[in-house]
């Protein structure tokens, strides 16, 4: 098992930045899948960015060029930078982690953090 506890949301004007943290209880497995995903109030929830235990990261089209997704293998923790934050940038922000344990894969999810961008 694995916790993950996000921290960073906020109320924010536009234009403005934020950085998202997700820290993991324990270290993770060599073969891992972290992300960020997001869902607003009558939406469904739909992913921001992943990022692999290699490095290799993805981006959703609307954040691109204005949100960067890192990790700190050493303190278990993934960041997200969010910059030139929108009104839609609106919502709960999940971290999530698919870990590989042997020949299997777990899936995880923190709580959420409240990121709310106001025009």
Same mark, same amino acid.
């Given at each position: ?23 993991? +209880?324990r270290r993770i497995n060599n073969i ?10 009558? *939406? ?7 990022? %692999? ?8 089209? %609307?954040? *691109? ?7 700190d293998n050493a303190k278990n923790t993934? /960041? ?5 934050? *929108? ?5 709960? /922000?999940?971290? *999530? ?6 020949? +299997?894969? /777990?899936? /995880? ?9 106001? +025009?």
């Amino acid at each position: 098992q694995v916790q993950l506890v996000e921290s960073g949301g906020d109320l924010v004007q536009a234009g403005e930045s934020l950085r998202l943290s997700c820290a993991a +209880s324990r270290r993770i497995n060599n073969i891992n899948v972290m992300g960020w995903y997001r869902q607003a109030p009558g *939406k469904q929830r739909e992913p921001v960015a992943t990022i %692999s235990s290699s490095g290799s990261t993805n981006y959703a089209d %609307s954040v *691109k060029g204005r949100f960067t997704l890192s990790r700190d293998n050493a303190k278990n923790t993934m /960041y997200l930078q969010m910059n030139r934050l *929108k009104p839609e940038d609106t919502a709960v /922000y999940y971290c *999530k982690l698919r870990e590989m344990v042997g020949s +299997s894969w /777990y899936t /995880y999810w923190g709580q959420g953090t409240q990121v709310t961008v106001s +025009s």
